[in-house]
């Protein structure tokens, strides 16, 4: 039997591969900064020096707050997320009745709900989960409802021979054929709930990565700004990297068809 030839390169050389232009544009970077120093463009090597100015328990702190308010908002989307998307899915009439509401719910960028949480919760931790799984649950939902409409026709009438009540039909035949979509917008939903989560901290001062780099460019530190920008950067990629090797993996137990 014959199978997709694997890339023979290891996945820490591809990455670098394809790292390289980023690289080529920072030692570039590096090289115009020694020539011509600028206060605003500073070059990559004092964002370390910044960064370490800055000292590791502040720097630490602020990750493990950000990766805490980023971790708890995609748990609360995800469950929500999936909840709704397997019940709507399952119902025609439901799915038809909401479709209005959802898409306009689903237009809201996520900064508008911002104002609307400070109101209710007050600028805490609840206000970021909000805005973090407000943003977040909407790939899991949509992905999570188009699986189960995509669902075989044959599983209903399978339902009605074996004579499955609403909960096993439910347990037994939904959520197998949801969760190929549960995980394709959980991988969509990890780098958008970390974006949206340094940018509440942000708007709203909350502890985090976004409120030291919002207080870096407000005292006009620019070198310190891009190292907390490349901090947010290597977070992201990582994040978003772990996630999908977890979903893919999980994917395997499903037939290629249906792991999108």
Not at 73 to 88: N, Q
Not at 109 to 135: E, K, Y
Not at 167 to 174: G, I
Not at 208 to 231: D, H, K, P
Request: a positive charge.
């Amino acid at each position: 039997m014959t199978g997709v030839a694997r890339d023979p390169r290891s996945p820490l050389r591809l990455a670098l591969i394809g790292f390289t232009p980023l690289i080529a544009i920072l030692l570039l970077w590096e090289a115009v900064g020694a020539i011509a120093p600028s206060p605003q463009l500073p070059p990559p090597s004092s964002w370390f020096v910044a960064l370490a100015a800055l000292g590791p328990g502040p720097l630490a702190l602020g990750a493990g707050s950000t990766l805490l308010t980023f971790a708890l908002g995609l748990l609360i989307a995800m469950a929500v997320g999936a909840v709704l998307g397997v019940l709507i899915g399952a119902s025609p009439r439901l799915e038809r009745a909401l479709t209005p509401l959802l898409e306009f719910l689903r237009a809201l960028p996520a900064p508008v709900i911002v104002p609307i949480a400070v109101l209710a919760w007050g600028s805490g931790l609840t206000t970021s989960l909000v805005a973090v799984a407000f943003a977040a649950s909407w790939p899991v939902l949509m992905n999570t409802l188009q699986a189960v409409q995509a669902r075989p026709a044959q599983y209903s009438s399978v339902a009605r021979t074996l004579q499955l009540t609403k909960t096993q039909e439910m347990a037994k035949m939904l959520l197998p054929a949801a969760v190929p979509g549960m995980l394709i917008g959980y991988r969509v939903a990890v780098p958008l709930a970390l974006i949206v989560t340094i940018l509440v901290e942000m708007l709203t001062s909350a502890h985090g990565v976004g409120t030291l780099l919002l207080t870096a460019q407000r005292s006009y530190q620019s070198a310190q700004s891009f190292g907390l920008l490349l901090v947010a950067g290597v977070l992201g990629y990582a994040l978003t990297l772990l996630a999908q090797r977890l979903a893919n993996r999980a994917l395997l137990r499903w037939p290629p068809e249906a792991r999108g």
